[in-house]
């Protein structure tokens, strides 16, 4: 079913513009700001840094459930941790991404719990993981009701 981005609960992964990644938020002191992290980009973005999208409150997605997992291969620790990785520290688990805003680009790490965008995680960290999007229920893109695409 087709809901409005404010409707999901951030850390689920949805469908967005035939995309799968996760909905993520950032909490403000009077608002909360919706954004799609990409998991799943097409062939001609693959060369491109994954980069959070803004969502507007009422952005149609598809909560995809517990259709879809990361599973996780342990990388050894190194730094810099590359765009893409996913950091376990005393805090929780992130992957870290870009953000756009203002025209400069900058690191942002996503709690896979809650969804939350954070800054600055890449302190006191235990594990660094590459990951695969793995479906492991029924695949949104292969049903008939769609969103708009990119296009």
């Not at 952005?59 to 810099?80: G, I, M, Q, S, Y």
């Not at 954070?118 to 695969?132: D, G, L, N, P, T």
Request: glycine content about 6%; proline content about 5%.
């Amino acid at each position: 079913m087709i809901v409005a981005a404010e409707t999901v609960t951030g850390g689920h992964f949805v469908l967005y513009r035939d995309m799968i990644g996760l909905k993520a938020v950032r909490h403000g002191k009077d608002h909360v700001n919706h954004y799609f992290v990409p998991l799943d980009a097409p062939v001609n973005q693959l060369n491109q840094p994954m980069t959070v999208v803004y969502l507007d409150n009422a952005a149609k997605v598809r909560d995809c459930h517990n259709n879809f997992d990361l599973n996780l291969e342990p990388l050894v620790r190194c730094t810099p941790i590359a765009v893409g990785d996913i950091l376990v520290n005393l805090t929780g688990t992130y992957i870290k991404a870009c953000e756009k805003t203002k025209g400069i680009i900058s690191f942002v790490y996503i709690d896979l719990e809650n969804g939350e965008l954070r800054r600055r995680q890449e302190r006191q960290i235990s594990a660094v993981y590459r990951w695969i999007l793995t479906c492991t229920g029924i695949d949104p893109r292969q049903q008939s009701e769609s969103i708009p695409s990119l296009a």
